[in-house]
Each structure stands twice: as C-alpha cells, then as structure tokens.
C-alpha cells in the first residue's frame, strides 16, 4: 500500500523558514515524479516544486522560486521542502505527490499524479 506522508507544517512568522518532509513507503519511487503542491482556502490547488522521474531536474514554480528549494535521497523515499524568506501568500495546505507516468511537459498538473499524501498546514502570519 502506497503511503505518501508529509510532516514539517505549522505557524512562522513572515520572513521565516520552514521545512516539509514526505515520507514515502509502499512500493519504489526510484521512477516516479515526486512533487510538492500546496491549496490556500478558496484557491485551486497549485504545483510548488517537483523532481522529474528520472531525477535529474528539479523544478518550481514561479512564486517560490529563489525561496524554497526541493530535495530527496535518490530513492525518493524521502522528499523535503525547505521554505525559506516565507510570505503571507505562502499560506495553504502542502501536499506531496507521486506520479509514475508524470512527463516533463505535466510535472505541475496535478492531475498527472497517482499518490497524494494528506497534507500538512503551513500558516505564515504577521
């Protein structure tokens, strides 16, 4: 059984940091595309950063980019987030997902991926 479960998440103060792991268990991850996504009350559901499948790219999204930065072992078995210089709009559910037929061109459609965890909280405050 496919188990995707993210940690890290709480309550910083604007120009923080924090750190969101994903511990993924089940089956191997080796080839997947493993991405982080997050939601913000009222918003659709966005990509935040992503490994490709055969792990030699890393990519973000635009609104974090320079900020955060995405890591894992080579066996994607563990994923983290570090999140640093965090802003109110950074606020929202972060989720950790798993894609196995995840092409470069769909790394930030949510759609793509076969696994999501259950998301962990990050709430930057003033």
């Known amino acids: 059984q496919v188990q995707l479960v993210e940690s890290g998440g709480g309550s910083v103060q604007a120009g923080g940091s924090l750190r969101l792991s994903c511990a993924a268990s089940?089956?191997?991850?080796?080839?997947?595309?493993m991405s982080w996504f997050r939601q913000a009350p009222g918003k659709e559901r966005e990509f935040v950063a992503g490994i490709s499948r055969t792990g030699g790219y890393i990519y973000y999204s635009n609104s974090v980019k320079d900020r955060f930065t995405f890591s894992s072992d080579n066996a994607k078995t563990q994923v983290n987030l570090q999140m640093n210089s965090l802003k109110l709009e950074d606020t929202a559910v972060y989720y950790c997902?798993?894609?196995?037929?995840?092409?470069?061109?769909?790394?930030?459609?949510?759609?793509?991926?076969?696994?999501w965890g259950q998301g962990t909280q990050v709430t930057v405050s003033t």
């Open positions: 089940g089956r191997a991850f080796y080839n997947y595309a």
């Open positions: 997902a798993a894609g196995l037929g995840v092409v470069t061109s769909a790394i930030r459609n949510g759609i793509a991926y076969d696994h």
